[in-house]
T-cell receptor, first 115, second 115 residues
Framework: GENVEQHPSTLSVQEGDSAVIKCTYS??????FPWYKQELGKGPQLIID?????GEKKDQRIAVTLNKTAKHFSLHITETQPEDSAVYFC??????????????FGRGTQLTVWP | GAVVSQHPSRVICKSGTSVKIECRSL??????MFWYRQFPKQSLMLMAT?????????EQGVEKDKFLINHASLTLSTLTVTSAHPEDSSFYIC???????????FGQGTRLTVV
């Protein structure tokens, strides 16, 4: 099965700085890579995702890059704000047409943004 | 976006009793629902996948007689923890997908404490 590794496990940045979280995956057949933000005591929320036919995707302060050859993908948050503080999970999945397969999650990164 | 509602958000029960957790897709028909368990500061561990009208598929190591999953309709799946013990205390999260969308929508989670 798929194995997703995520680093770092904790990340502290000053407000306004950038934060980068990296993930690797093992199954070259994985083709869908979402990122989730989980606040304390809540379920994960999708913040951005990328498919294997795209190398980069941006949504305001958040961007994700994918290197299929190296089998790694990264989350970039610019101009961080205290409300960005949360646990971030990467995941990998095989999508067949419009059907989402099982998600394999990384272990999570606790991001803390200091004011 | 689509909404998945999980109920209750918190439950405390006595050892030996059973607890039912509901997961509802409020504005879409969920052909597949997933149940996860999450320990403190850990990633999400998939317990089982359920499709409406059929038996759930459990992950290796998950006791199907202890964690009963019912997906009786396209908008409701339930997880029943039978004869709960303190080691079953955890955060349980459901997610749902629909055929026309590749995104997984997560519930807000249920904090189960067995005393």
């Amino acid at each position: 099965g798929e194995n997703v590794e995520q680093h770092p496990s904790t990340l502290s940045v000053q407000e306004g700085d950038s934060a980068v979280i990296k993930c690797t995956y093992s199954d070259s057949a994985s083709n869908y890579f979402p990122w989730y933000k989980q606040e304390l005591g809540k379920g994960p929320q999708l913040i951005i995702d990328i498919r294997s036919n795209v190398g980069e995707k941006k949504d305001q302060r958040i961007a994700v890059t994918l290197n299929k050859t190296a089998k790694h993908f990264s989350l970039h948050i610019t101009e961080t704000q205290p409300e960005d503080s949360a646990v971030y999970f990467c995941a990998a999945s095989k999508r067949r047409g419009s059907t989402l397969g099982r998600l394999y999650f990384g272990r999570g990164t606790q991001l803390t943004v200091w004011p | 976006g689509a909404v998945v509602s999980q109920h209750p958000s918190r439950v405390i029960c006595k050892s030996g009793t059973s607890v039912k957790i509901e997961c509802r897709s409020l504005d879409f028909q969920a052909t597949t629902m997933f149940w996860y368990r999450q320990f403190p500061k850990q990633s999400l561990m998939l317990m089982a996948t359920s499709n409406e009208g059929s038996k759930a598929t459990y992950e290796q190591g998950v006791e199907k007689d202890k964690f009963l999953i019912n997906h009786a309709s396209l908008t409701l799946s339930t997880l029943t923890v039978t004869s709960a013990h303190p080691e079953d205390s955890s955060f349980y999260i459901c997610s749902a997908t629909r055929d026309s969308n590749t995104e997984a929508f997560f519930g807000q989670g249920t904090r189960l404490t067995v005393v």
